[in-house]
């Protein structure tokens, strides 16, 4: 959701803030905001509705400096993207405040505070938590004491960083459910809500925890505890480079991520295989001791990461004999779920911070699972953290708000623990070997599979005039389109479905006519012939076929039917990765020729840390 960035320093800050939103723009662009404490001691701002570059033109046009700052740029919850609704919110010209999150008490607070004659001038929830910061204030005297009272009336989640005109020397943050970072510079100290807005000017983090509270000078960060100790917190050294998240020659970065793919699933193989087995220390010290009793899993996610999890119920089934449930996390978390005995509790999220995600682990913890195990591309996260198990997938940061390479890294990670489970539960050695060999060609079939781009931009041009698409698979190529579906709807705004193709007579063949193209991902496995049939039902009603299919299936191009043809011999623990990158390629080109905003779709975020 919203992106953070505060610092405080020897030098004018303006320059930090900005190129830190920039940065983190990818997590919200619906609005953005300054506010910075003048050399003269007063608070002064600059908002803009739209992305940071409307504001950083706004900043060369009116200029503004000082020592210390915060910065925002919203996805709007509370309050419609505008002006007056974006952070930073300020309160009788004394206190900043940026927020990222929601508070679920902002009623009972604002009546609250408006007897107490604050006036109110946005519909966000956020301008609630700076009069209570301010009022705080007027009591202490301390930014930080007045911060650590005000959290404690707080319910729901929140990052938040404060900045104040009669505590000037500092910025303070609270954590609570959305992630903070503070940054050690020299002679300058900075704090954000993620690494990559601080990468240009430090690598030296320390991550808050729930309930804590920083405070941020020039000469020094202090962190307590939500009961206000002092609390020690890791001092970490980042190992990402300032330019990993820079896009390079790729004109987006979705394309950029799309094409890291071979190298990102390589990495996330490397360490754990050996040519012949899955290594699972990779999964953490516990796992030799958890892994070999599970007779259940239960796999929770959002959004494309719920796509990798309805995946990897074949790799869990079919490949471990075990039985598996898959659920997006918003459901399972109000769900009271029965839990056999010895289930292990799978959570897959790319950021390790989407709210439902991290609820349902919490949850899940409470239900008496065997264990909990992540698969996440943010080692720092929460998920993370709170999971007895992990096994990172390293895809490296993704920006595009449409996920690519984290999709495939997950399955990359999925496979090995579905080997690692059939193992357990009576695999051969041989088979695991088979099993190992097929998996690690994968970024080498990826890679001969992106070489189908110029062709796939050719299709494209079917699609860019239409409102609506189509995209059939059969048994683990179904979830695979609807990731493909997710991906058109996401970036190109073009109404797409996704059906196991069995499906489609009892519904969705009525909308079929020339207009509505239908997909169809066709590897050649035991539902071929079946799939065939189906495609059969589409032609006949005049639909536009495009089939994505194995060389050796027997797909001819004809009147009605165009037909990609895929890298030969993809595995069937293969094809889902594989027959990912197109469809991948296909809404990207789509949304191109639509002209829409690739990396940053409207109404969207990266990473959802609100309910
Ligand atoms: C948002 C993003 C999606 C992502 C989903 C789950 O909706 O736009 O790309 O799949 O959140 O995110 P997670 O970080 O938990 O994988």
């Known amino acids: 959701m919203c992106g953070i960035v505060g610092a405080v320093a020897a030098r004018d800050v303006t320059p930090i803030l900005v190129e830190g939103l920039r940065r983190l723009e990818y997590r919200g662009y619906d609005s953005a905001g300054v506010a910075l404490l003048t050399q003269s001691g007063q608070l002064d701002r600059r908002r803009a509705q739209g992305k940071v570059q409307q504001l950083a033109d706004g900043i060369a046009q009116q200029p503004i400096s000082g020592l210390r700052g915060i910065a925002h740029t919203r996805w709007a919850t509370h309050g419609v993207p505008s002006e007056r609704n974006a952070h930073p919110h300020f309160s009788e010209d004394q206190v900043a405040l940026v927020h990222n999150g929601i508070i679920e008490n902002h009623d009972e607070l604002r009546s609250e505070l408006r007897a107490k004659g604050y006036h109110f001038t946005s519909e966000t929830d956020t301008e609630v938590v700076v009069h209570l910061v301010n009022e705080c204030l007027k009591q202490s005297g301390s930014l930080l004491a007045a911060m650590q009272t005000a959290v404690k009336r707080l319910h729901g989640a929140y990052a938040i960083v404060a900045v104040a005109a009669r505590d000037p020397d500092c910025v303070v943050a609270a954590r609570m459910g959305c992630p903070v970072v503070v940054g050690h510079g020299d002679n300058e100290n900075y704090v954000a809500s993620d690494v990559q807005a601080l990468l240009p000017v430090t690598r030296r983090f320390q991550f808050l925890e729930e309930g804590d509270v920083a405070e941020v000078r020039q000469s020094g960060i202090r962190i307590f ?3 206000g100790k002092p609390a020690e917190r890791a001092l970490r050294e980042s190992t990402l ?3 990993s998240v820079e896009r390079g020659e790729y004109a987006h970065y979705m394309l950029k991520e799309i094409y890291e793919q071979p190298r990102a699933i390589a990495d996330t193989l490397a360490e754990r295989i050996t040519g012949k087995s899955v ?3 990779a999964m953490g010290p516990k796992a030799q001791a958890i ?3 599970v007779r259940n899993v239960h796999i929770v996610a959002c959004g494309t990461s719920y796509h990798a999890g309805l995946i990897a119920r074949y790799y869990v089934e079919q490949g471990a004999k075990l039985p598996c449930t898959v659920e997006v996390a918003s459901e399972y978390r109000y769900r009271d779920p029965v ?14 911070e989407t709210a439902d995600t991290l609820a349902a682990l919490r949850e899940a913890r409470k239900l008496g699972y065997l264990a909990t195990c992540a698969i996440c591309n943010v080692p720092e996260s929460s998920l993370v953290r709170e999971a007895d198990l992990t096994l990172m997938t390293r895809a490296g940061p993704e920006i595009g708000v449409a996920s690519t390479k984290a999709f495939t890294t997950q399955l990359a990670a999925l496979s090995l623990l579905g080997i690692v489970l059939a193992r357990h539960n009576g695999m051969d050695a041989m088979t695991e070997a088979a099993f190992v060999k097929q998996i ?4 080498e079939i990826v890679e001969h599979t992106l070489k189908l781009e110029p062709q796939i931009k050719e299709w494209a041009k079917h699609f860019a005039d239409k409102r609506h698409a189509l995209f059939l698979g059969r048994g683990p190529t179904y979830p695979v389109a609807l990731e493909g579906a997710l991906k058109l709807k996401e970036i190109s705004y073009i109404h797409a479905e996704a059906y196991p193709a069995g499906e489609l007579k009892h519904g969705p063949l009525a909308l079929v006519d ?5 997909i169809a991902v066709a590897p050649n496995n035991a539902l071929l012939e079946k799939l065939k049939s189906n495609l059969q039902e589409v032609r006949a009603r005049g639909g536009q076929l495009f089939v994505f299919a ?8 004809e009147d009605g039917v165009e037909v990609m043809l895929m890298p030969e011999h993809i595995e069937a623990i293969q094809s889902p990765l594989v027959y990912t990158v197109p469809l991948q390629l296909l809404a990207y080109h789509v949304a191109v020729l639509r002209g829409t905003d690739v990396d940053q779709p409207r109404n969207l975020a990266k990473s959802v840390t609100v309910e």
């Not at 839990?339 to 390790?352: E, M, R």
Request: aromatic share 4%; net charge negative.
């Open 225 to 227: 505890d939500a009961s």
């Open 291 to 293: 892994l070999p009793r």
């Open 550 to 557: 194995d060389p050796n299936t027997g797909f001819k191009a």
């Open 440 to 443: 690690a060609h994968v970024p």
């Open 241 to 243: 480079s300032a330019d």
């Open 514 to 518: 020339a207009d509505m193209p239908v």
């Open 339 to 352: 839990v056999p005995a010895d289930t292990l509790f799978v959570a897959i999220s790319q950021s390790g």
């Open 279 to 281: 290594l699972e220390a």
